[in-house]
C-alpha cells in the first residue's frame, strides 16, 4: 500500500482517509492531553512521515506535523 498526500488536509480530514485504508494518524510531538484539546477541524497538516508514495503496510502510523 502507498501513503497518501495528506498535507494541507486538516487533522480530522486525514483522520478519516487514513481510517479507511487501514493506516493511523500520530501527531508528532503532543501529549495525548494537548491532543484531546486540539481543534482537529482547523488544524492544517504541514508534514507527514513516511512521505507519501512510500509503501508501507495497513495499520502503520502516519506521522504528521503541523
Known sequence: M???NIIGLSIKE???ILK???LELSIDGITEEDEETLDKENTIIK???PN????INKGNKI???Y
Open 2 to 4: 502507498s501513503v497518501p
Open 14 to 16: 486525514a483522520e478519516k
Open 20 to 22: 479507511e485504508i487501514g
Open 47 to 49: 508534514e507527514q512521515i
Open 52 to 55: 507519501e508514495g512510500i509503501k
Open 63 to 65: 506521522f504528521v506535523k
